[in-house]
Every structure is written in structure tokens, then in C-alpha cells.
């Protein structure tokens, strides 16, 4: 069942506020995190001025990005007694020319590492949205898919460097929380 | 990155023994459930009496067929303390005669509830074989990918029989134990 067919509507789909249930599997040592958070997807304008900083240190023109948004998380882990956190990010798709489906994703903090980042996303006809981030020491792969318009999963991957190993494995479950 | 391109080789890889993650997510109480298991997937013949007896009940001639299995699975979950389970089950895909990357798979009891069930599987050129299931009361998506030759992942979605909502979704990493 594919709920969303074109890229646009995936990024669209995905702006509001999300009941995230997270658990993470740590392969090596088949050990399992659960952490519960909400998730808020706001629209930028490409004047926000989060959004245009990220677009002139990567020397991105304003007119080639496509629905820039701010992801803000806050939540609570099991992986220590009482542990809260919480964070946010920008988000800036810059679509390939020729190709709608794929382009770069920046963003001003990485999900492996606290450093800026730049990924390759594809969005699929089966409705996935992939993206790969290279990391110094690290690699990420996540996948993100609508399998209800209110119900989106993510599985999210780290790889080695070099892509042979596979270290940490989260899936997420995001249930939309407010009407858009 | 794509590890297993065709679906011969999707099923061929999945042979042998596998440590399994799996985290359960009741969607509607915010729930977890963690279960650690061991899963053997032991390629059978089509003479094998459990395969004749598949092919026999659905009308399948043992020249339609490919790739028969036995899994078994035993481990443990947190749902309750100390509770164990184990089971097997014998499936046999029947790939449609024009298209090999789809078809259909039987079972001996099902992933949902505990009877034959007849599902329709597609392996897609991102490496990820889906397969649906319709049961009387709900039905179940799956999607197993391989992420290294050596670690499997398994997204399990139980949706309402109308397709509408999604009550529980689950993550499995599985990680190979022996050399096949």
C-alpha cells in the first residue's frame, strides 16, 4: 500500500507533530533501547534565517531547495534512570536538477554525530524515502515510509566507515499527535 | 546498497541460523515488547512430506514451486517473566509464471494467527521482498532486506482487515550464528 507517491508529498505529509516510539538494537551485544519522544515538523521559508545560512555555507542558491523544515525532538530513554533529552535541527532538500526524486539533504546537526551534514536521499516508487549520510567514522542509512497518512515508520542504521558492518539498528514508530 | 539482487538469492541467504532482535510496538498504548529468539531456516525438497502436503492442499504442483523451508524459532520476550516460546513452520513460494520476482507463499500457520495462510510476495529491485497476508481479522505486511550477507532486518506490520489503521508494528535485526 503505498500512501505516498511523490516526494513532495512525502515532505508535506510530514510536517506536524509526532508520538515517536523508538527501540534501538545494539548488534554486538544484542542489547535493546527504548525511548519514547515527541517529534515536531515545521515548514521554513528559504528567508528563515537558519535556512539561508545553511544554503550559503554550501553555496546552495535559494531557488534550487524544496521544503526546508525544523525537526525538534524532545523525549526520554531507558538507557539511563530518568534520562530526558532534546534537540532540533534544520533540514534543507536540494532536488537533483533532473530528478525530482533525489537530490542533497542538508542539515546544521547530523543524526550520528553533533557536526553539520550533508546526505544523498532517493525517494522511491514504493513510497521510501532513503537517505545516506557519510559521517567520519561512521555511516548512516535511514529509511522513512507512510503506512497510514497519521502513521510513518523510520528504520534507522549506522554502518561502519567503510560499510561492511552494520553497528546499531533503531526502528521508530511515528504516530501524528495534532491535526495539521 | 543492494546485497541480494534477485529473489534466488534472497531466499538461498536466509538459510541457516539467526540470533534475533525483536522489538514489538503496540501502536495504541505506547507499548514495548522485547524478544530475543533463535530462528533456523533449513531448506527442504519438494518430495518433503510437509512441502507435498502444502502443494496438495492448494492445488500446487511440485514443479510450480521453489525453495521450500523449514523455520523454527524459540527465545524469549519480556511480555511476561520468564516466558518462552517456540514454533516452526513450513512455507513454500510458488513464483508466478511470467514474473519471477512475485508469487505466492504458502504456510503452514501463519504469522497472525495459528493457521494456514496463503500470502503474496514481491522482491523489489532495492533488495526488499514484501510480503502481504490477509487473515480473517487483520492482515500483515512484511519487509526483510539484508543490510550485510550476514545481518537480516524485518519490519512486521499487523494493519486491520480494512487496511485503515495499524495496531502493532514490529523491528527484528537478525544477525547470522553459523557458517552456512
Not at 5 to 14: A, D, G, L, R
Not at 119 to 147: K, M
Request: charged share 25%.
Amino acid at each position: 500500500m503505498v500512501i505516498v507517491k511523490h516526494v513532495t508529498e512525502f515532505f508535506e505529509q510530514s510536517f506536524g507533530r509526532w508520538r515517536s516510539q523508538r527501540s534501538g538494537h545494539h548488534l554486538a551485544f544484542s542489547h535493546f533501547e527504548e525511548v519514547r519522544s515527541t517529534i515536531d515538523i515545521e515548514p521554513l521559508t528559504a528567508a528563515d534565517p537558519a535556512v539561508a545560512e545553511l544554503c550559503h555555507r554550501y553555496g546552495v542558491s535559494a531557488e534550487a531547495i524544496t521544503h526546508p523544515f525544523r525537526m525538534r525532538w524532545q523525549g526520554e530513554s531507558d538507557w539511563e534512570e530518568n534520562a530526558t533529552f532534546e534537540g532540533s535541527t534544520v533540514l534543507v532538500p536540494v532536488p537533483d536538477p533532473g530528478d525530482a526524486t533525489r537530490g542533497k539533504l542538508l542539515r546544521d546537526q547530523g543524526y550520528a554525530e553533533t557536526v553539520a551534514a550533508v546526505g544523498e536521499y532517493a525517494f522511491g516508487p514504493d513510497g521510501t524515502f532513503v537517505l545516506f549520510t557519510d559521517y567520519e567514522r561512521a555511516s548512516a542509512e535511514e529509511r522513512i515510509w507512510f503506512a497510514t497518512p497519521n502513521v510513518r515508520f523510520r528504520v534507522s542504521l549506522i554502518r561502519t566507515r567503510d560499510g561492511a558492518g552494520v553497528t546499531t539498528a533503531s526502528f521508530s514508530s511515528e504516530i501524528r499527535a495534532l491535526a495539521k
